[in-house]
């Protein structure tokens, strides 16, 4: 099985910076993408940045710029580093690991869920 756990979150003024890690333990899996989401405001997670196994990166529109998501040298790990936060930046940010098994031929990657790690963005 696969397991994910989240690390970082706290306070912090506007302004200020924050650094997420992640750690992910697959097992016999192989991660194929590695991401941040947050809650919003709704029930869907919304995407601030991924990363792929071969190092590829993208993030949403309202990050770009301040956020940057990396990687450890081949460890199942990834971190955010948040810099210039703002208060709209306030939310509950979880990561995601999609993996793969060789037995699972080309069907789609799995993903797995972090309990989540709250972060603050106030004066």
């Known amino acids: 099985q696969v397991h994910v756990m989240e690390s970082g979150g706290g306070f912090a003024q506007p302004g200020g910076s924050l650094r997420l890690s992640c750690e992910a333990s697959v097992n016999m899996f192989s991660v194929n993408a590695m991401g941040w989401y947050r809650q919003g405001f709704g029930k869907r997670r919304l995407l601030v940045a991924q990363?792929?196994?071969?190092?590829?990166?993208i993030y949403a529109d309202s990050v770009k710029g301040r956020f940057t998501i990396s990687r450890d040298n081949g460890k199942n790990t990834v971190h955010l580093q948040m810099n210039s936060l703002k208060p709209e930046d306030t939310d509950v940010y979880y990561c995601?690991?999609?993996?793969?098994?060789?037995?699972?031929?080309?069907?789609?990657?799995?993903?797995?869920w972090g309990p989540g790690t709250q972060v603050t963005v106030d004066p």
């Open positions: 990363i792929t196994s071969g190092g590829g990166t």
């Open positions: 995601a690991v999609n993996v793969l098994h060789p037995g699972w031929g080309t069907r789609p990657g799995s993903d797995y």
